[in-house]
């Protein structure tokens, strides 16, 4: 894996040795495209533990402790990596340590801490709507995060720009929200004809 500075002109990511060549855009695009399958996803074991009495809040402290070796076996795997990488080169483990990511623990203590807690807020009470509202709707309405992001990005951060392209987003999203609630519908329509049928 090698990223190209911004500056210089070409790809940005070049990786399994040039047979890969991503630009920024496409690795913003597949970025995101892998965080909706995985965040779309990752409410799914909640069914299973609910089978074993595990559901709702219950569930958070497996979930928590899932995602802290998930993150730790991800570091190992990425220091790995890249330590192979640099031996292969003649570089010592020393250097690879070195040329990690750092953490900024001064500056970004505050922050950092911030943002864990309302995910984890975030994450809880997604917890609780897959629980009670199941999969289809429950994990739809949490995707409505995608709106309070959207809406950052518009009026504070500036990211998108001009009234067309504003527009065409505020459409796409009101699509979204029609179909989550389109699909709140049909789910209480099938509970009442199930209850229907009792």
Same mark, same amino acid.
């Given at each position: @894996?090698r990223t190209?500075?911004?500056d210089e ?9 040039g047979?890969v060549?991503?630009?920024k855009?496409?690795?913003g ?18 069914? =299973?533990?609910?089978e ?6 219950? =569930? ?17 795997? =990425?220091?790995? @990596?890249?330590? @192979? ?14 040329a990690?990511?750092?953490?900024h ?5 505050l922050p ?22 199941? *999969? ?6 949490? *995707? ?7 809406m950052?990005g518009?009026?504070? =951060?500036?990211?998108i ?5 504003i527009a065409?987003?505020f ?28």
């Amino acid at each position: @894996i090698r990223t190209v500075d911004e500056d210089e002109a070409g790809p940005h990511l070049v990786i399994f040795n040039g047979r890969v060549v991503l630009t920024k855009r496409q690795c913003g695009i597949l970025g995101a495209a892998m965080n909706g399958v995985m965040t779309g996803s990752s409410l799914l074991p909640v069914h =299973y533990a609910e089978e074993e009495g595990f559901g709702g809040a219950r =569930y958070f402290p497996s979930m928590a402790c899932g995602a802290m070796f998930a993150n730790i076996m991800l570091w190992c795997l =990425y220091f790995g @990596i890249h330590a @192979i990488m640099d031996v292969k080169k003649g570089k010592s483990i020393q250097e690879t340590m070195k040329a990690m990511p750092k953490l900024h623990f001064r500056v970004l203590w505050l922050p950092g801490l911030l943002a864990g807690l309302l995910l984890s807020l975030a994450m809880f009470t997604s917890i609780l709507a897959v629980s009670y509202l199941g *999969q289809g709707v429950g994990n739809s309405l949490v *995707q409505l995060k995608i709106m309070v992001s959207g809406m950052w990005g518009i009026f504070w =951060y500036r990211e998108i720009v001009g009234v067309s392209t504003i527009a065409k987003w505020f459409a796409s999203a009101g699509v979204c929200v029609l179909a989550i609630i389109w699909l709140s519908l049909e789910r209480l329509q099938a509970k009442s004809a199930a209850n229907h049928h009792l």
